[in-house]
């Protein structure tokens, strides 16, 4: 990649049908870039995690906080003060839009790797992914073998980790996938819930209406049957008493 190749033009596959090997060249470009933009510096660090593409990236804490699986709390504590410094919106008025879309996603990277539930799927998904990996590249040497090829191109540790970081990357968009089905999911069963409470309010509403109005007319019915008893007249018809018509409200 040319040496003044801005990373914005980079842009990730979208579609998942897309092949694998234009995932890893995709990786390959980014990796190129961020080893460019290693300095430390408010510009390339804020270019790194708002590019496009970013958000992608972005649902790896690791990615975001540039730290190895193995990383020790204090040693993921020590780089996101030194990055949370740096890009701190406050300290970057010239481009502070920016600096506090990517403070905000070094900051819930953070909290992801601090949470011990998070922590843990985060772990999981390392593991996992790896596993697939191993998995995938034996069936890979195991055919290779039987066409005649000692080696297969992810033997090459460069090709190797672009194809584990890949892989990486598609297991958290996965994991977020879930979590925004799930998130759906119980936003409308909260919202079935709801409306049936309010079905329930409106009958309870209603049925306390016609209580009331029924009591309001029990001296009525009471002086109609004494009269009735007395004379054998016909008891009057109570026109201002009727049921009423448990109809549910519909609300918009």
Not at 8 to 15: E, F, H, I, Q
Not at 106 to 121: F, I, N, P
Not at 188 to 208: F, V
């Amino acid at each position: 990649m040319a040496e003044g190749l801005d990373s914005s033009s980079v842009k990730p596959p979208t579609d998942e049908s897309q092949s694998e090997d234009a995932l890893a060249e995709f990786i390959t470009e980014v990796r190129t870039i961020e080893k460019r933009d290693s300095v430390l510096t408010a510009a390339t660090q804020i270019q790194r995690l708002t590019k496009q593409g970013a958000s992608y990236f972005n649902l790896n804490p690791y990615e975001v906080l540039q730290v190895p699986p193995d990383a020790t709390a204090d040693e993921i504590k020590k780089v996101y003060r030194r990055f949370s410094m740096i890009i701190h919106p406050d300290k970057n008025i010239n481009n502070k839009e920016k600096a506090q879309v990517a403070f905000e996603a070094l900051s819930k990277a953070y909290k992801q790797l601090q949470d011990e539930e998070t922590l843990g799927q985060c772990q999981r998904v390392i593991s996992d992914a790896k596993s697939l990996c191993e998995d995938e590249l034996k069936k890979r040497r195991k055919l290779a073998k039987k066409q005649g090829h000692d080696k297969i191109e992810e033997d090459d540790p460069v090709k190797f980790e672009q194809y584990l970081r890949a892989t990486t990357l598609k297991m958290f968009a996965d994991l977020e996938r879930r979590r925004r089905e799930l998130e759906t999911r119980e936003m409308g069963e909260k919202k079935r819930q709801r409306e049936q409470e309010i079905e329930e309010e409106d009958k309870a509403k209603k049925q306390k209406e016609w209580d009331v109005e029924w009591e309001s007319h029990r001296g009525e019915r009471v002086s109609d049957w004494r009269d009735f008893q007395k004379g054998g007249t016909k008891m009057k018809k109570n026109k201002g008493l009727k049921p009423p018509k448990l109809k549910v409200e519909k609300r918009v």
